[in-house]
């Protein structure tokens, strides 16, 4: 879908095709236009409601879906649930106005792939959503903190699925899924650590495969979770 009359950028072959769920729609519209603004990404839907988000992600199968938490008829949180056993290709990423430590830990339990706040610029948008298609897990810097401080109070496992009883995980992973704790993300370990940022998403990728989770926010719940320590910045 276009959003204006002025020259476009060529598309790549296969750009990111993207579903756009809020039900204000000035601001539904808003991100919309940046993101279809964009030469990777392609807007292939835009839903008021839970529900017809649900609708829409079966009828048009897209690669990421960026969606509101509060919404009436159905909220961001069950039609994740549902987009998640329908579309379970489909990357998640939640927005809220609000720090809500509850909404935040049924995200994470759900395998979400993002829980952003909207006070985010566009253009910090645009590049997170390209960093969930490179198979990170952003969360909000202040939502971090507040998650993993539940965490630590509760008895409460973020995992949607156990993990192994005894970990298995290599001393480079552990040390990564530690600093992805700290909310940095693959190219800031690879700074951190002199490796390159590939290197870093193997281990990733092979720590989760280990752990029999779906993404990095769940890790970094586990290693709060295990006590296994997180390094100081």
Known sequence: MSHDGGARHPRPVTPVRILVVDDVPLFRGAIAAVLDDQPDFHVVGEAGNGLDAVEQAVGVCPDVVVMDVEMPVMDGIEAARRIRERCPRARIIMLTAFQDDERLLEAVRLGVHGFLLKDLR??????????????????????VTRLLAELRGTGRDAATR????????????????QLVAHGLSNREIGRRLSITEGTVKNHVHNALQKLNMDNRIQAAAYIVRQGLGVPAR
Do not use: K, N
């Not at 566009?122 to 202040?142: C, F, K, M, N, T």
């Not at 156990?162 to 899924?177: D, K, N, V």
């Open 162 to 177: 156990p993990p192994a009883p005894e970990h298995t995980l290599s001393a480079r992973e552990l040390e990564i899924l």
């Open 122 to 143: 566009p253009d910090q948008l645009v590049e997170l959503i390209r960093s969930v298609v490179r198979g990170e897990s952003p969360v909000a810097p202040a939502l």
